[in-house]
C-alpha cells in the first residue's frame, strides 16, 4: 500500500495549511500524523483520521475521503514547521505504510 | 510520565550484527504493542516492526524481513531488535514507539539512536 505526500506546503504565519495524503481508497482507513522536528522524536497530532491527542492545539483537524487525507493546520505558527508524515495500518500486508512526509515551512 | 529511551546504536560495518534495546517506563508495559521505526540520513520515516504485548506476534517491514528480529522481555519492561546482517542502507536513528492497540496510532517515541554501517 502506497501513500503519496506533496514534499512542500508553504504558507504565511496567520494563514492556513494543508498537507495531503494520497491512497487507494485511503477513506476506508485510519490516518493519522506526526509531526517531527530536526533532532527530535516525532510527535503524534492527529489519530483515527480527525481525533487530536491531549497537547495538541485545536488549531490541528484532520480529514478523510475516498483517496485523500487531509491534516489542516489553522492559523499557522513559526512553531508548527515541521515534516509532517500520514500513517496507515495495512491489514492486508500487516504492516504500517508512511507517506513520504510533508515538509512544512512558515515564510 | 512516559519514557522510551534506546540503546545499543553505534558504527558497524556491513554484515555485522547489532543489538539495540529499548527501555520503557512510565506505563503499563505488558499492555502495549511495541514497534520500530526508522529514518536513514536526508529520508522520510520507515516502519521496520512490531510486536505484541506478550511478544506472540511479530511483524516486519519487508527491507528487514529475515534479517531483523524483534523480541521483548515484559520483566525488564523493555524491547529488542537483532539487526543481522547489515547493510549500508540500515543507516539510520532508529526510533522506539508505543502503539495503545495493535495496528492503533504510535502515541509516544524515544528519542532515538544512531546506527551507522560503513566499511
Known amino acids: 500500500y502506497v501513500l503519496t505526500q506533496p514534499p512542500s506546503v508553504s504558507v504565511a504565519p496567520g494563514e492556513t495549511a494543508r498537507a495531503t495524503c494520497g491512497g487507494n481508497n485511503i477513506g476506508s482507513k485510519s490516518v493519522n500524523w506526526y509531526r517531527h522536528k530536526p533532532g527530535q522524536a516525532p510527535v503524534l497530532v492527529m489519530f483515527y483520521d480527525s481525533d487530536r491527542p491531549s497537547g495538541i492545539p485545536e488549531r490541528f483537524s484532520g480529514s478523510n475521503s475516498d483517496n485523500t487525507a487531509t491534516l489542516t493546520i489553522s492559523r499557522v505558527e513559526a512553531g508548527d514547521e515541521a515534516d509532517y508524515y500520514c500513517q496507515v495500518w495495512d491489514s492486508g500486508s500487516d504492516q504500517w505504510v508512511f507517506g513520504g512526509g510533508t515538509k512544512l515551512t512558515v515564510l | 510520565d512516559v519514557q522510551l529511551v534506546e540503546s545499543g546504536g553505534g558504527l558497524v560495518k556491513p554484515g555485522e550484527s547489532l543489538r539495540l534495546s529499548c527501555a520503557a517506563s512510565?506505563?503499563?508495559?505488558?499492555?502495549?504493542?511495541m514497534n520500530w521505526v526508522r529514518q536513514a540520513p536526508g529520508k522520510g520515516l520507515e516502519w521496520v516492526s512490531s510486536?505484541?504485548?506478550?511478544?506472540?506476534?511479530?511483524y516486519y517491514g519487508d527491507s528487514v524481513k529475515g534479517r531483523f528480529t524483534i523480541s521483548r522481555d515484559n520483566s525488564k519492561n523493555s524491547i529488542y531488535l537483532e539487526v543481522d546482517s547489515l547493510r549500508v542502507e540500515d543507516t539510520a536513528v532508529y526510533y522506539c514507539?508505543?502503539?495503545?492497540?495493535?495496528?492503533?496510532?504510535?502515541?509516544?517515541w524515544g528519542q532515538g539512536i544512531l546506527v551507522t554501517v560503513s566499511s
Open positions: 510486536v505484541s504485548t506478550g511478544g506472540t506476534y511479530v
Open positions: 514507539a508505543r502503539d495503545p492497540g495493535a495496528g492503533n496510532y504510535l502515541d509516544y
Open positions: 512510565g506505563f503499563t508495559f505488558n499492555s502495549y504493542t
